[in-house]
């Protein structure tokens, strides 16, 4: 299994990991639809909406660039290698976006951010084969499991993330 896991804002641990295989697959198996507002019956009558993937304000997981050994470098994500020199050329002395503001957790380029910063159903099938069905399954999985390797699991950002996705009426 290759594990695969880039640390900006469309990626985590989740959204990346997964077998090369996976990607390459020539057949899928049969799904239920899984568009962000389908009813998914959980039995005894009850429904619920899946979660829709939306940015938890002050956060910041995702700028945290260099995340250790665990995660795939971006030589094993990109193609291009203008897009790695790119990547590289982001990331700080203390491994963080040199772009990341620490004391408003926001980023200083944000309307000129590179594409790859962007979570969104092209740049997920670009960078790893997951289509726009499944975008907003992975996506929520991606930063579940990068504000996790960055915040910890009991941390508040974790906790903010999943009231985000959950709370679908506000944004």
Same mark, same amino acid.
């Given at each position: 299994m290759t594990t695969l896991v880039l640390g900006t804002a469309s990626t985590g641990s989740r959204c990346a990991t997964?077998?090369?295989r996976e990607r390459k697959a @020539?057949? @899928?198996a049969p799904t239920k639809g899984n568009d962000a507002r389908s009813r998914v019956s959980l039995g005894f009558g009850a429904d619920r909406?899946?979660?829709l993937w939306r940015c938890a304000?002050?956060?910041g997981a995702c700028c945290k660039l260099q995340k250790g050994?665990?995660?795939a470098s971006p030589e094993e994500i990109f193609h291009d290698p203008s897009d790695v020199q790119l990547y590289r050329s982001l990331i700080g002395p203390d491994g963080w976006c040199k772009h990341f503001e620490?004391?408003?957790r926001t980023c200083s380029i944000y309307?000129?951010?590179p594409y790859f910063c962007h979570t969104e159903p092209h740049i997920f099938r670009e960078l790893y084969g997951i289509d726009e @069905?499944?975008?907003n399954k992975e996506a929520c999985s991606c930063c579940r499991d990068t504000i996790e390797a960055v915040y910890g699991v009991h941390s508040k950002e974790l906790d903010n993330f999943n009231h985000a996705i959950r709370n679908q009426d506000s944004s």
């Open positions: 997964f077998e090369a @020539k057949h @899928k909406k899946e979660p304000k002050e956060c050994p665990s995660f620490k004391t408003t309307s000129e951010r @069905k499944r975008f």
